[in-house]
């Protein structure tokens, strides 16, 4: 009882505190780290400081941070860093000098330190390509100087890629270049993005003109932070539920089999002179004590586990740990403690109607029902051993309880199967969402490490000459040029990106929901959050605006994807006539089965020299997202597991001594040790397969249930085959898991049974 409760309230603390703490993740940041409402990035050329000070006085504004140094540079991988190569670019990185603390924005370190002297810096944390210890060099910035990486922080309002101490600007600062500015402001009003365009343009309107660069709404951050959050709720519910129920069931069966299983204590208090209110008593106190002593046991461990778990949650979410309220400490074991009295109160009733002598025949077991007695009966005439009959027998004598273990194990195997379907399926989804960069190798317009040619900027033709070099590359297997643009939709406000291809795509294809890829010009493929924005469907056809000229495209596909944009081949925007620019342009480039990318990398990293452009290894997608309910699934479906495991290990055991007096019968009668222990097994084996046979579909139901729920909180859909994990070999393992796990919960009473004496098992008669 102590172990059941115990295990039953740890898994509902972190359950419940877990779907506390995704309520609402990033306005529990935002208040904790103080966040603004706007980062305005400013011209270092246009503006001076005091103006910007200024600004504090527009209208709308209460509170601002600032004004910091910006700086955009392009540094790259230095010597001896953990998993990428010197000389990879690392892309532009607004870097910001700022202390760490506000008064807006606080930065929140979440590995290492904060710096705290010149050649440091700290990159923000889940989106960091470094690691602590790593280096970057600055080859644009006087003496080419290098930084160190001590720290990884969080920052609510994602106002730069990197932060270094405020008198290190200085020395990364391009010859005759001046830094930039940053200021952070918090408003009167700013619930909604009117109020904040509003308070954007009373800020512009006091400063020259041109003079903001840039803006980052904490609107915009919250959407994505809130859609993360949105996705962990319906698994977490789903865990939740299954955990709540089937603890309450396993703390059921075990609370009354112990109070049924105490029959000679209750005789002995009889014939002490207790009178049946006193015997309830004093069963439901039996009961609660165990049940308390674990009940304060699990509110200490899940707390405990809350700490890790949380904080991996927590990280996903870009949010601070809220740790487990207060008041779910005391519910939850409160609950726990009614549900246990609750369980107890009619097996004490009985036994305090019990007569004396009755309850004294301890070593007698209970006579089986008619049908238990049929059961037996039918079982005697397989063709079986008698000790594989008499095992097979044996929950029918007892079917109340038998029904509610076979429960426990269908709830535990729903959990396994929903855990093990929820994790396939993501990690699938994963994969889908990683073809928005296909291809094992990339190519960006930026010059090689090592190369002797100067940063420039590429032209088209040294596109198409880089193109005919990769094609005659070894090891190619295919290749498209993709590059990004934006245009607007007829009939709509606002513009959409568009990401074209150009050469063959249909290697790189995203993955598809709905519909088919694109085969040629004209066509297009989007994902779910275009059809919502423009209340298309697959089948239509959008025209693509831009300068006063249009562009049809027929939308042939739904694709996975989390954007609101627009995929289809380059010719579609002919008819635009829209500005080239090479610089948005890059190749993704497949590789022949054993190819090296790095060696492949290296190789054409020569050819591509002349053209100011960079071979490197496309990297593998990690989403921390993913990564984290992974995690989670896998400590909530062990937790069912344990549950379900104590539910059969309790039943069983109750069942084994309750049968002591038959087991020493069998015994004299000659049955073996490996037949006891047989006979004890074979016992839940009809058990375990009737669960197995149940849980198994109603864990893929769920799966299916919940898996597209958390997309739709993503803003997508789920791809069938991302739906379709469950294949024949999976399926039969899942099927004998629920007889694995009621053997397993079973194997310590059937080797009890085993070494019980003879003489001890006889000792009533």
Known sequence: MTLTTMTAVTASVLAGGLLLDSQGPYQRAFDAQHGAHLSADFSGATVDAGQLTATAHATGV????????????????AAGNHFMPAGDPLGAMTVVGRPIDGPLDDLR???????????????????????????????????????TVVGLAASVTAT???????????ALTPSGAVPDRQMLYRFAHAGTRTEVEADHAAIAS???????????????????????????VPFLVAFGVLGLLMSLLVIGVVVSGAVTAGRRRIGILKSLGFTPSQVVRAYLGQALIPAGVGAVGGVLLGNLLSIPIMGVADKALHSVTLGVPFWLDLVVPLVTLAAVAGAALIPARRAGRLRTIEALAVGRTEQAGRFGRSAHGFASRLPLPRWLTLGLALPFGRPARSVTTVAAVVL??????FGIGLALSLNQVEQGLSQQMPGSVQVMPFPAPGSSTKPRLVTMADLDAAGRAIAAQPGTAGSAEMSFAHAGVAGKTGQ???VTYQGDSAWAAMQLVSGRWFTGPGEADVPLAFLTAYGAHVGDTVTLTSGGHGAPVKIVGEVLSLHNELLTD??????LALPLVPDSRFFSIDLRPGTDPVAYSDSLNHALAPYGLTAMPNPPHINLVVISMDTLATILTLMLVVVAGLGVLNTVLLDTRERVHDLGVLKALGLKPRQTVGMVLASVTLTGLLAGTVGVPLGILLQRTVLPAMAGAAGTEVPGVDLDVFHAPLVAGLLVGGLLLATLGALAPASWAARARTATALRTE
Not at 62 to 77: D, F, I, K, N, S
Not at 209 to 228: C, H, I, M, P, Q
């Open 496 to 498: 959409t990106q568009i």
């Open 206 to 232: 006091a400063l020259p003109a041109g003079a903001v660069l840039s803006s980052t709404s904490y609107l915009d951050v919250e959407v994505d932070a809130n859609r993360n959050s949105a996705t962990f």
């Open 109 to 147: 370190v979440t590995v290492g330190r904060w710096v705290d002297g010149p050649g440091e810096i700290v990159l923000p944390d889940g989106d960091s390509p470094l690691a602590v210890g790593d280096k970057m060099v600055v080859p644009n910035a006087p003496g080419h100087p290098t930084l």
């Open 570 to 575: 380059a010719g579609s925007l002919d008819p």
């Open 160 to 170: 730069a890629d990197g932060w270094v101490a405020p008198q290190e600007i200085p």
């Open 412 to 417: 535990g195997t729903i959990g396994v199967t």
């Open 62 to 77: 209460t509170q601002t941070a600032g004004p910091y140094a910006t700086l955009t540079l392009h540094p790259r991988v």
